[in-house]
């Protein structure tokens, strides 16, 4: 029987943005080895937040989501030595936008064998999206070399701020008697 690790929050550095999810993953398997990961339910119900495609605007809903997951992507492939240019990023855009335009066609006709509709013109709006945003991704990796995506690890916290969980209960207790009175 394999055991858990709370420490381990204590080592990983966390992204402060939509790229979250994908951050942890690759900070886990950095640190550790896959057959010690796995994804666990922590609730049994969840409230996932659904965005909207926000064809209008890159600071909100999926293009936002779309732009930091890819820039988080981004990050991590420079760690391993991947060296990043526009010509790449054109590179990726393009072939993202040859399979994801498959990938609309594959569904479209998968919802017609099954009399089911899908709007092509929306799913390919959403595609051209996609597409541009890893392009905007990728300029803002290039012009921001130095951005600070994490928040520090809590390792790191500690030694800045050694009483950080005393000083959190404190903040816990002193919110419940607040509640209670």
Not at 35 to 50: F, P
Not at 107 to 132: C, P, S, W
Request: proline share 3%.
């Amino acid at each position: 029987m394999f055991g858990y690790r709370r420490d381990v929050l204590n080592d990983i550095r966390i992204p402060s943005d939509w790229g979250l999810e994908i951050g942890v993953l690759s900070e886990m398997h950095r640190n550790y080895a896959n057959n010690r990961l796995c994804q666990v339910d922590i609730a049994q119900i969840y409230d996932h937040k659904h965005q909207d495609i926000s064809l209008e605007s890159q600071d909100t809903g999926l293009s936002k989501m779309s732009i930091d997951i890819s820039k988080a992507l981004f990050r991590k492939l420079a760690t391993k030595g991947q060296v990043f240019s526009p010509e790449t990023f054109r590179t990726l855009k393009a072939t993202y936008f040859r399979i994801a335009l498959d990938f609309v066609e594959t569904y479209r006709n998968d919802a017609i064998m099954n009399g089911l509709t899908v709007d092509i013109h929306q799913e390919e709006e959403a595609v051209e999206m996609f597409a541009k945003n890893i392009m905007v991704a990728g300029q803002e990796f290039l012009d921001t070399p130095m951005e600070v995506p994490f928040i520090p690890s809590w390792n790191r916290v500690q030694s800045a701020m050694p009483d950080i969980f005393e000083r959190l209960y404190q903040a816990v207790e002193d919110d419940n008697t607040e509640f209670s009175s």
